[in-house]
C-alpha cells in the first residue's frame, strides 16, 4: 500500500520551540510555541504540526481558575447524590 509505513523505520521527527519572548529554545518545558515537522524517509513527504500555548485570564470569573472548578466538581458531586436519593439507590 502506498499510505503503510514500515513499522521498523519510523519517521524523523524534528522539533522547533520558541519561549515566552520569541527566543528558539530546545527544552520542551519552556516553550510556548514551536513547530514539529515529520519527515517520512521512505516516502519523502513532510507533515507539519504547529503548537502554540496561551494563558488567558477570565474576565468575568472573580475566583482562580482552580477554585472554580473545585466549586464545578462539588456540584456535580451534589447533582449526583441528589439524582441517587430521587432514584432511592443511595
Request: hydrophobic fraction near 50%.
Given at each position: 500500500m502506498a499510505g503503510k509505513r514500515d513499522p521498523e523505520q519510523p519517521p524523523v521527527l524534528r522539533p522547533v520551540y520558541f519561549d515566552a519572548e520569541g527566543?528558539?529554545?530546545e527544552d520542551p518545558a519552556l516553550?510556548?510555541?514551536g513547530e514539529i515537522v515529520e519527515h517520512d524517509p521512505e516516502s519523502g513527504r513532510k507533515r507539519r504540526t504547529w503548537f502554540f500555548l496561551e494563558e488567558v485570564e477570565i474576565g468575568w470569573l472573580p475566583v482562580r481558575e482552580s477554585a472554580f472548578l473545585l466549586?464545578?466538581?462539588l456540584a456535580l458531586l451534589l447533582v449526583w447524590i441528589?439524582?441517587?436519593l430521587a432514584f432511592g439507590l443511595i
Amino acid at each position: 500500500m502506498a499510505g503503510k509505513r514500515d513499522p521498523e523505520q519510523p519517521p524523523v521527527l524534528r522539533p522547533v520551540y520558541f519561549d515566552a519572548e520569541g527566543n528558539r529554545t530546545e527544552d520542551p518545558a519552556l516553550a510556548v510555541r514551536g513547530e514539529i515537522v515529520e519527515h517520512d524517509p521512505e516516502s519523502g513527504r513532510k507533515r507539519r504540526t504547529w503548537f502554540f500555548l496561551e494563558e488567558v485570564e477570565i474576565g468575568w470569573l472573580p475566583v482562580r481558575e482552580s477554585a472554580f472548578l473545585l466549586w464545578v466538581l462539588l456540584a456535580l458531586l451534589l447533582v449526583w447524590i441528589l439524582i441517587g436519593l430521587a432514584f432511592g439507590l443511595i
